[in-house]
């Protein structure tokens, strides 16, 4: 692989067979001695060229430093030739790692290619762009970047250079993704294809090669697409443009080799993207061992540094700093020690030993990154090295050292004001304030820790409604969500104000909310609302534009030359940008409400509401899982309790070894063992809180978080029951409340997601089979997994038929079973249904779960592959009011921090069904038909959803005579998410209800006109 040209050589390279000959013939005064001299200098710059593309940039340095001496000494007034030699010298000090000396030569490259060419000219245009890129790889100097970019995209423009001004958006988009700005990213690499197609076009039309960089800039552009895609959870967009990025290239065989060191960064990108950090790193290693041999330290160091960083996410701290030593290793061959590659490194790697408590070391480290970045007067730096400082003196109890530290990181020139870095700094701020407060137990500093924490919260709520909501942006509002709740609960306890009782509960929410929000893509919402396409278009357009703009007018008031009409251009752009956006979102709300209040309304329900929602016996119980702590609102019709429980630290791995018990079906369970562990668990996370319910509350309302999601409340033993030696006869919580689960307690009582249902029909009831389903050979994880996710270990469903023939039996309706149970047969009846029953397997892609997947019917000779996808889920629009998934693991999604559940029964949920029963684990066939028979004659017979299933549950452990068969796994897997009401109602014909009034009518007329006669005045009277 030729990392010279991967990395930044695709100016000298379009440039180069040209400028090499330079010398030969266009300097008039040479004579015949100096041009056999320049003979000598021509073949050592292109053995130069030839050395980097091989990556001997030591061997390539040393021949461009003879050249230098030769032109100085027989041609050094031949400026065209000066400027291509050091142009080429600032591209190999750029790549060998003496980056310092890369901007210099690049500068003096682009002083003398506008003496010999002019100021619009391709030479200095192309000197002018990769000073920005220098700036940019060298000191992430993003100013200075965007000032030589913007300079060179001016020059591209006036001279009508579509290749160079496609890339050159290209270059500003990879900038806006390393400052998270993704929606102007996006619109850079829009604005990047659009040009670099129309140079395509023209070629075309003129009938002329295409250049080999184009081909590499769209691909290139393609990837930046996708990584930015994966980035905010549209994984199907991503992958897409992945692909279409190798489409591309294949057109030209040369690039082959040169794309895969992109494809192969993209591949590892999209898997850090989707938390599979693991998977990340084997891209990286692949990367490595194909470019064994490679030289270019400015490449590796950037995979070096990746590698570091997802360790560091796997908490495999050593690892980490073997990978921040190998840059170190790398940095050795500059010679300034005060580089500020060093400060950077030093800076991870002082964090890294603060968290393993090496605090010598830590310290050490982040005073030699703030050193080095106080010498290069580098502000956002030395902010984030006067940060880290502070967060290690606050580790170490000196509050009132770490706040002066704090202070030096907080300037008026950095952090801007409106940045999630700024909300990084306001909350690391109010957590010293609130640690001060615990130390002395002074009321100010609890209060001066509110007012930061509420400023960093307001900007984070700024950032979600600007920007795409990216997952490492959750999960920083997760952590800042935390440190509120903690200070929020402190004032609460002491004040006693319902107002703070409020702001909490609505912290909780919205982090909820925004989950959930985050597994709609930004069309998927638009296609469930029927939004027209083009209204979706404008949002887009508009967001992108008002990033761009806003970032030109940033760029023009750091000009020392910038005029104030040119300011005031800018700003206008960036206010009517503004005002046409808020009135888009405005007309959303009004035509378009769904869409909306899943992407804009970041309003959460109030307790006051919720308490006239409950019923008289019920309760709402909400978690909030942080790293420190578990925050619990227990909230009935006249009481709410707010109380702070030992974090998932105490009790994650009791909840992690009661679900492995329980998943590995009870085989080797012990009554006694079983409880001890589940009443220990009851206790960490729910006994106290019971002990403050009243007497006459039975139902609870549960809205887990974090590892919580895994945990099937009804399990948990309210006594220890250790003198038992029968699960049917346990104490479970089942026994003493009715339990239902909500995803959030705003998306419960949402106003907005009431409708009428239109459905008549009362079920449809569907039994997949599998004799003949084919695996699609791409379908790789599916293939790997698939005999993984059957119910009972085998592939057929041997249960699922009989179990949709008994339900079908209690309604009297037709069932869909074997090859009737197909995807397409689904899409075309399930709206007509008030209750949808599917008996089938499900793939649950933990990494992704939108692409989990119910698998249909897959009949021979048909081209549909039979499996219905999450993401396909969040498009329907349908009427049911409950969906049951009699299936494997339909609830099981993937467990990270800032994701929540998301699953196909999340998924049924945003299509709009209230009430979702589903599987936390593989029940077997043998219990399926049992439990589920007896819930729909409960629901038959009018009982409420919830109580429903309670009942057929203890109805079964009642009945059941084997007890090994009443451990749990045979029948608590299944819980109910969302409304609880009876369905009964519902089942009527409407036929009835207008028959039923017709008659009501009739005696209303019947019994008022005889009165109406006998009490009316007669004609003659």
Known sequence: MSSYILATSDTLRKTLPFLLLIGLFIHPSISWAQKLTEADIVPLLSQANTYAESADYESGDKLLAKALNLI??????????????????????????????????????????????????????DAVYSLGKIYFDVNEDVDSAYHYLYAAL??????????????????????????????????????????????????????????????????????????????INDEE???????????????????????????????????????????????????????????????RRVVYKEMAQFYSELKEYEEALDFHQQILDLNTVIQAKDSLHYAETYLEMAKIYRLQADYEKAERFVEDAYSISTFHKKQWRISNAAAEKARLLDQLGKYQQAQEWMEKAITPSYPPESSLEMARLLADQAKIFFHQYQQGNQLERLEEAEKQIDKSLSLIQLFTEETFKRRDFIKEQLNITELA?????????????????????????????????????????????????????????????????????????????????????????????????????????????????LKYDNQSISIDRIQKQLQADEALLEYFVGDEYLFVFLVTPSHVHWQALEGPTAWSENLLRLRNEVMAGGQESEVSAFGQLAHTLYQQVMGKLLSELPEHIKQLTIVPDGLLNLLPFEILFTSPGTQLNSFSAAPYLLKDYTLSYAYSATWLWSDWKKRKR????????????????????????????????????????????????????????????????????????????????LAMHALIEENAPQFSKLLFTQNTGETENGQLSAQELYNYDLEADLVVLSACNTGLGKMKRGEGLMSLSHAFALAGVPATVMSLWKIPDQTTPALMVRFYQNLKDGLPKNEALRKAKLDYLQETKLDQLAHPYYWAGFMLMGDTKPLSSSWIPTGFWYGLIIILIGFGLYFYFPKNRESSPSAGS
């Open 72 to 125: 100085l000494q027989y041609q050094a007034d031949n400026d065209s030739l000066l400027g291509l030699t050091y142009f080429m010298i600032s591209k190999t000090k750029h790549l060998n790692g003496e980056w310092e000396a890369a901007a210099p030569n690049m500068k003096r490259a682009a002083e003398y290619y506008e003496k010999a060419y002019g100021t619009l000219s391709s030479q200095n245009a």
């Open 154 to 231: 001016d020059l591209y423009v006036q001279m009508d250079k579509k290749l160079d001004i496609g890339w050159n958006h290209r270059a500003i988009g990879t900038i806006q993704a390393f400052t998270k700005d993704y929606a102007g990213a996006l619109a850079s690499c829009e604005l990047a294809v659009e040009y670099l197609q129309a140079y395509r076009e023209e070629c075309e039309a003129k009938e002329e090669p295409i250049s080999r960089s184009y081909y590499l800039q769209i691909g290139q552009a393609y990837l930046l697409m996708a990584e930015l895609y994966a980035a």
């Open 237 to 299: 967009r991503s992958i897409l443009l992945a692909q279409r990025a190798w489409q591309i290239v294949e057109e030209k065989e040369e690039v082959h080799k040169l794309m895969r060191y992109y494809v192969l960064n993209n591949q590892a990108q999209f898997h850090a993207h989707r938390g599979d950090y693991r998977a990340a790193l084997a891209s990286y290693q692949l990367l490595l061992d194909e470019s064994e041999g490679e030289k270019a330290p400015s490449e």
């Open 485 to 597: 709740l903690q200070i929020k609960l402190a004032l609460y306890e002491s004040q006693g104000s319902l107002k703070l009782l409020e702001e909490g509960f609505a912290l909780s929410e919205s982090a909820k909310v925004n989950t959930l929000r985050l597994t709609l893509r930004e069309n998927q919402g638009a296609q469930r609302a029927k939004i027209p396409a083009e209204i979706i278009e404008q949002e887009k357009v508009l967001k992108g534009k008002l990033a761009i703009y806003r970032e030109r007018l940033h760029y023009v008031a750091q000009q020392n030359q910038t005029t104030e009409s040119q300011r005031h251009q800018w700003q206008d752009s960036v206010f009517l940008t503004s005002t046409a956006l808020q009135a888009l979102k405005e007309q959303l709300e009004r035509e378009y409400a769904d869409y909306y209040h």
């Open 758 to 837: 239109k459905a008549e029909k009362e079920l449809g009831a569907f039994a997949a089979n599998y004799e003949t389903y084919q695996i699609e050979q791409n379908d790789t994880l599916l293939a790997a997994v698939f005999q993984d996710v059957v119910r009972s270990g085998y592939l057929p469903l041997p249960g699922a038929e009989k179990e949709v023939q008994d339900i079908a039996a209690i309604f009297e309706a037709e069932p869909f079973l074997r090859s009737e149970a197909t995807k397409s047969q689904f899409e075309a009846v399930a709206a007509q249904y008030q209750i949808l029953h």
